[in-house]
């Protein structure tokens, strides 16, 4: 079996090629992508060169860890049926020297059913959004800690900690945004410029921007045993000067990446009407267009996120 997939061959080198699978084995499936997402995080820093070295990283790779699509192929003992919709957290499938450290942005994929996550067809693109959204519900979730009362950051993954915040009845957080266009889009939630803010007394503070440099001044804007939460991915050594720190007896946390509990979860609150994903697909190209949607997404400060359509590929 053959299928079209971006490759990564190394920084900025990315194209569509046609792959060999791997055969299906027990429990398996095989799903029929129809999007894919583009991440701003990890696979921007493979794409520019930039990661920090990372267990099973290097090229030849296919990026991607965030697929929604069709089963075409189920064992039966995968619980699983043809024509069944499902979320899939990237693959390692292909045949061949090509790394699966994601391996998501392929229109087909050979996957564990285990691995996946039953969703509705009516989501289309959205459905490609679950693991993001699960990120957001990871950093918020299960650490017994306070929910947001500051989110640094109006992209796609801060838009999702608001609206998780939101729909956990918290009060709204109020955002920083030093973008005025990227100011838009809140739902139920102010989003200023920092420089606006006078603010001392946050209790949480979760950062979502992965901006170098940051963790000193959202210290100062701590109240008394207050918690900074760094959700983004750094690139660059995290430090911080201790004598305000602590005064200020501040927490600081480091939120990573989604469990399975977080999928079925998140899947529960989009499925309950809980938790919106409506309006962070700003840009949506065929993936025939791969190489200039890559470089868009992670060029171009309007795109919050990019989808990949693979309709008509084989």
């Not at 129809?34 to 820093?45: A, M, P, R, V, Y």
């Not at 109020?174 to 739902?187: F, L, M, Q, S």
Request: negative net charge; glycine residues 12%.
């Amino acid at each position: 079996m053959r299928t079209s997939a971006v490759i990564l061959s190394g920084p900025r080198d990315l194209g569509l090629e046609a792959l060999g699978l791997v055969a299906p084995a027990a429990g398996d499936l095989v799903v029929e992508v129809s999007h894919s997402g583009i991440s701003t995080g990890t696979e921007k820093l493979f794409w520019s060169g930039t990661m920090p070295p990372f267990p099973g990283m290097g090229y030849p790779l296919v990026p991607g860890y965030e697929s929604f699509g069709e089963v075409v192929e189920a064992a039966p003992e995968s619980g699983f049926r043809v024509g069944e919709h499902v979320f899939v957290p990237g693959a390692n499938c292909f045949a061949g020297n090509v790394r699966g450290l994601f391996g998501g942005a392929s229109r087909h994929l050979v996957t564990p059913a285990a691995r996946v996550a039953r969703m509705d067809r009516s989501m289309g693109a959205e459905g490609a959004l679950l693991a993001l959204a699960a990120t957001a519900r990871h950093a918020l979730a299960g650490f017994n800690t306070a929910l947001p009362d500051l989110i640094v950051g109006h992209g796609t993954l801060g838009r999702l900690l608001a609206r998780l915040t939101l729909a956990a009845g918290a009060p709204a957080p109020t955002v920083w945004e030093i973008n005025p266009a990227r100011r838009e889009g809140a739902e139920g939630y102010a989003v200023i410029d920092p420089a606006e803010d006078t603010r001392r007394d946050y209790r949480a503070i979760y950062d979502a921007s992965g901006a170098k440099g940051l963790l000193d001044q959202l210290v100062m804007r701590l109240a008394k045993g207050g918690e900074v939460v760094l959700a983004g991915f750094y690139t660059e050594p995290v430090s911080f000067a201790f004598p305000p720190a602590f005064m200020k007896e501040a927490r600081i946390r480091i939120a990573s990446e989604w469990t399975a509990d977080d999928l079925v979860a998140t899947r529960a609150l989009i499925e309950s009407g809980a938790l919106s994903l409506s309006g962070l697909i700003t840009h949506t190209r065929p993936a025939a267009d791969a190489t200039e949607a890559y470089a868009q997404a992670f060029e171009d400060a309007s795109c919050l996120k990019m989808i990949l359509d693979w309709s008509g590929h084989a």
